[in-house]
């Protein structure tokens, strides 16, 4: 069996600046998604997922600058973006009540930025209320075109933005749910947490204080509810 879904989204912002009531600029979002689900066997599943994102407008920073021989000068980014993402998913059964899952995603755009994420998976019920999960994730890109730690020259296109440098991250969390209140067919109530071990290296960042390469470590803890009726 073969299920197949589909998506649009289009969202628009006006990007202004504190403090310069004179600022403001626009930026068009459109994302287009296709995806197909695959019945493998009866304890094997296998998703693949398409996307195509379109942004036109302002796309930098009003707040942001680059380094011209350690000379600060504003952002200038292009004014538009598209972008292609594939991703590979495959969830299966094991054990009692448990779940194994690996996904493998594979990005790139016209800013020249290439990423790769790569995430492995388990789930497990443990009675018939809580849910438990562990996952690890992998994720490194390269940098955009037009991205430098120092330009040696004034160029069209000029970003320190950390987010277009090469860098990778992990990921390691892990996630508990328990359904609070449930009825087959008519609604169903969930609380739980989650906390996520992260940790940044970058490796044509450095930070202005120091001077060295910068990375950061994060814990990230949330708790959520859910409804669904």
């Not at 009866?42 to 930098?60: F, K, S």
């Not at 996520?196 to 390469?213: A, K, P, V, W």
Request: aromatic residues 16%; charged residues 20%; proline residues 2%.
């Amino acid at each position: 069996m073969t299920t197949v879904n589909v998506g649009y989204t289009h969202g628009w912002d006006t990007v202004m600046k504190h403090g310069d009531p004179s600022f403001s600029q626009p930026a068009d979002h459109w994302q287009y998604r296709l995806g197909a689900t695959q019945v493998l066997t009866a304890r094997w599943l296998m998703t693949l997922n398409l996307e195509a994102i379109a942004d036109d407008g302002y796309l930098a920073s009003p707040y942001r600058v680059a380094r011209v021989f350690g000379a600060a000068v504003p952002e200038v980014d292009p004014s538009t973006r598209s972008s292609r993402a594939a991703q590979l998913r495959v969830v299966g059964s094991v054990g009692a009540n448990g779940a194994v899952r690996a996904e493998y995603r594979y990005f790139w755009d016209t800013w020249d930025i290439h990423a790769n994420t790569t995430e492995l998976g388990y789930s497990q019920y443990a009675g018939s209320r809580w849910l438990l999960d562990a996952y690890a994730r992998y994720y490194s890109q390269g940098h955009a075109l037009f991205y430098s730690n120092d330009f040696t020259s004034e160029m069209q296109y000029m970003s320190r933005n950390r987010q277009l440098s090469t860098f990778n991250d992990v990921g390691l969390g892990a996630k508990a749910s328990y359904t609070a209140l449930r009825e087959a067919g008519r609604y169903e109530v969930k609380v739980g947490a989650e906390f996520e071990r992260l940790s940044f290296h970058y490796n044509d960042f450095t930070d202005i204080r120091t001077g060295q390469l910068y990375s950061f470590n994060a814990n990230v803890f949330e708790l959520f509810v859910s409804a669904l009726f």
